[in-house]
C-alpha cells in the first residue's frame, strides 16, 4: 500500500491549464476498483488533508482500491483560485480523466465530501461507474446543475443522522425525482463524520463491489 514511501505525488493539468496537487495511494495487490477523492469547502480550510477524505485515502487501500485525491484550484500548491464549485468540476474532470487512463479497466467511483460531494454530484463522465457522496450539502450549485441526478448510473448519498447542514429528511425531499439514487443514513454522526470513517469505506466497498468494470456510457 506504499507505507514504506507514502503515496506517490503528482501533479494534474486541467482543460482550463491549472496544475494540481494530487497523491495516488495504491493497494499492496492489484486494486479492484478506483476512487477519486474530493475534499469540502477551501473557504472552511477544506483541503486534500481533511478529516473524511484524509481517513478514506488512508483505509480505501486497504480495503483494495487505488485512491486519488488531489487539491481543487488555489488550495495548497494547487494553481489559480477559489471559482465557488464550478470551476473546481474542471479540476476533478482532470482527476478522473488520469485515474482512468492509468486503470483503464476497473470501475472508478467519484467520492466527495460535503463541498466536494456537491461538485461531483455535478459531473458526469463516461468512465464513472458509480458516485458515493458523503454528506452533500446540495447548496454548492444551483439545483439544475446537479447533472448526476438525471444520469442513470447508481449513486449513494451516505448522510449524517445528524447533518448540521442537509439532514436526512431535507435530503430525501431533494432527491426524490432522481434516478437511481439512494440515501444511506449514518446513525449517530454529525456533518464531520468522527469516528464514522471506517463504516463510510466498508460502504463504499460494498458499493463498489456491485459496480462490476469500468463504465462505457455517460
Known sequence: MGDDTGPEQLRLSTADGEELETELQLPDQPPFAAVVLAHPHPAQGGDMRSL?????FRTLPTLGFAALRFNFRGVGTSTGIHGGGLPERIDLLAAIDTLA???PDLALVVSGWSFGADVSLGIVHPRIAGWFAVAPPL????DDEFIAAA?????????????QFNPPERCQRKIEEWEETTLEVVAGADHFLVGRTQRLANHL???????????SSA
Open 52 to 56: 473524511v477524505t484524509s481517513e478514506l
Open 101 to 103: 487512463e492509468r486503470f
Open 139 to 142: 447548496r454548492i450549485l444551483a
Open 151 to 163: 444520469d442513470p448510473r447508481p449513486k449513494v448519498l451516505a448522510v449524517a443522522e445528524h447533518d
Open 205 to 215: 466497498h460494498e458499493f463498489a463491489t456491485g459496480l462490476g468494470g469500468a463504465a
